[in-house]
């Protein structure tokens, strides 16, 4: 009632200091009712249908999970439909899809040998159609004590030639866990006990930024739990 | 279509804000090259108008310095409120990106406005207004708190679930889109265009101490917030740039520093603490006028 009335206000009077806050209170308004028109609009979007890394078990499994959570929107989004695997809706941050390189089950505190052994594959490097953006430390099948892991060190698979498939990450939503630009290893090493205990983790991803001589210059590691 | 609805990692996002970033600036040179050579072609190239463009480009400079040591803070506070506040998870796609920019050049027309209307705000982005010239260099003319503001108005953007580095590739496209409208080379662009979109000639009225002018296009992108919340103005008579009080100086220092000066110095003279509120909310033609007042008064 209030916005019929201050539209006619701006509709009719000559511009005088009242109309002028009129004016502005009626603009604020209205921008608010753009912001939540639009929001409305990216909330129901067309989705694409080609989102082919999600089986559909996963599909059922992140579906029911949202459905028992707290965003109502998304939860209607995403059908439980067991053949088609249509959840996109589920897709929220994921850093990358897919990382390619030398993996091995080990004691976490021992990542170094695994950088020395991913730094001399000959093999992978040689794979590089350019300079590398980024190396990815992805932990899997991480041991309760969070002592051991099943660890990727790789590129992404775009950034290399035939783009291998390489590990796909677990879709959903990371978590920030630590990021900036002079993170020793032992920070890194030190970050695991900031995640949460009382949920289980399904996979850990540490992104290391490099400028062209493959100098680290930031590092941001992420989780997702189940 | 089909492209638009295709989820985008979020690295991608950040490698394209960082190419973005790093290629405008050389682009923005080469084109404030070209219009030094138009005005060399016409005879307007003065001593004034380059002391001027160092004087541009060395507050870019202290500017950056500033945005280095809090970027970390507010890339921080971004991720935050997205973690903890967020009300839904809006997939990262690029729908979601087109909406972003649209609502993040809607913020930045409000935060443009709030920046004009009030003496606190006025007194880092008069550094922006103060050159008495207008090209490609003025677009990077920045004041000590420009930085600051625009947290304020992108934040909400992050609560309704938007990933911050869409926030932030948002807030640059805008940027980048504003920077270009800095240049008189450019007279006016086609009806349909002039009708939607920021163009120079719009934002040469925004840049000008004209009376007519005076508080009007506050677009970033869309000139139509401007022609809805009633602060448009079409250019018709030939544009004076500037403030009030003029700067009259090119030192990058005095530049940088006059809008926070003058506000504290008032804040100083202030005859009352209500007159001091008032320079914080009040608008800086509020105070300018108050000024000439008593210049009358003491005569
Ligand atoms: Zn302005």
């Known amino acids: 009632m209030l916005t019929i009335y201050s539209w006619y206000c701006i509709l009719h009077l000559p511009i005088t200091t009242q109309v002028l806050v009129m004016n502005l209170f009626v603009s604020i308004l209205t921008s608010i009712i753009i912001v939540v028109i639009v929001w409305f609009g990216v909330i129901y979007q067309p989705s694409s249908t080609d989102i082919d890394i999600i089986t559909s078990d996963q599909a059922h499994e992140i579906a029911k999970e949202i459905t028992a959570g707290t965003s109502p929107f998304i939860a209607k989004k995403i059908k439980t439909n067991t053949d088609k695997n249509d959840v996109k809706y589920a897709v929220y941050n994921t850093p990358v899809r897919s990382v390619f390189g030398v993996e091995q089950h080990m004691k976490i505190n021992d990542i170094e040998q695994l950088w020395s052994k991913f730094y001399r594959d000959q093999a992978l490097q040689s794979k590089l159609n350019d300079y590398p953006t980024a190396a990815y430390v992805l932990y899997r099948n991480i041991s309760k004590d969070f002592k051991n892991a099943d660890i990727t060190i790789g590129y992404h698979s775009d950034e290399l030639s035939n783009k291998p498939t390489g590990v796909l990450l677990p879709v959903g939503y990371y978590q920030t866990v630590l990021t900036g630009n002079d993170i020793t290893s032992i920070q890194l090493l030190k970050a695991w006990q900031k995640l949460d205990f009382s949920r289980e983790v399904t996979a850990v991803i540490e992104r290391h930024q490099l400028n062209k001589s493959a100098d680290v210059t930031s590092v941001r590691m992420q989780v997702i739990y189940k | ?299």
Request: aromatic share 18%; hydrophobic share 50%; charged share 15%.
């Open chain 2, 1 to 299: 279509m089909e492209t638009l609805s295709e989820v985008v990692s979020t690295d991608f996002i950040y490698g394209l804000e960082t190419w973005l970033d790093d290629w405008f600036l050389v682009f923005a040179l080469a084109l404030f090259v070209f219009e030094l050579i138009r005005y060399a072609f016409k005879k307007k190239l003065s001593w004034d108008l380059m002391g001027d463009s160092v004087a541009n480009f060395a507050t870019l400079a202290m500017f950056i310095v500033i945005v280095a040591l809090v970027a970390g803070v507010y890339a921080g506070v971004f991720f935050y409120v997205y973690e903890n506040f967020r009300i839904i998870d809006l997939p990262v796609t690029g729908w979601t990106i087109l909406a972003c920019i649209i609502l993040a050049d809607l913020a930045y027309y409000w935060e443009h406005r709030f920046l004009h209307m009030n003496g606190f705000g006025w007194a880092t982005h008069t550094v922006h207004h103060s050159s008495p010239h207008f090209n490609i260099s003025v677009a990077y003319r920045h004041g000590p708190m420009d930085w600051f503001f625009p947290l304020f108005f992108h934040l909400p953007l992050a609560v309704l679930g938007f990933n911050p580095f869409i926030i932030f590739l948002a807030e640059v496209i805008v940027q980048i889109y504003q920077t270009l409208l800095h240049t008189e080379s450019v007279k006016k662009l086609p009806r349909p265009i002039e009708a939607i979109f920021n163009t120079p000639s719009h934002h040469r009225v925004h840049h000008a101490t004209n009376k007519q002018y005076l508080d009007k296009n506050y677009a970033g992108i869309l000139i139509i917030w401007d022609k809805m919340f009633g602060s448009f103005a079409q250019e018709k008579e030939t544009v004076n740039y500037g403030v009030f009080p003029r700067v009259n100086s090119v030192n990058p220092l005095t530049v940088f520093f006059s809008g926070y000066g003058t506000f504290f110095l008032r804040l100083w003279h202030a005859p009352s603490w209500s007159h001091r509120f008032k320079l914080f909310v009040k608008s800086p033609t509020w105070a300018w006028q108050q000024e000439q007042q008593e210049k009358k008064g003491s005569n």
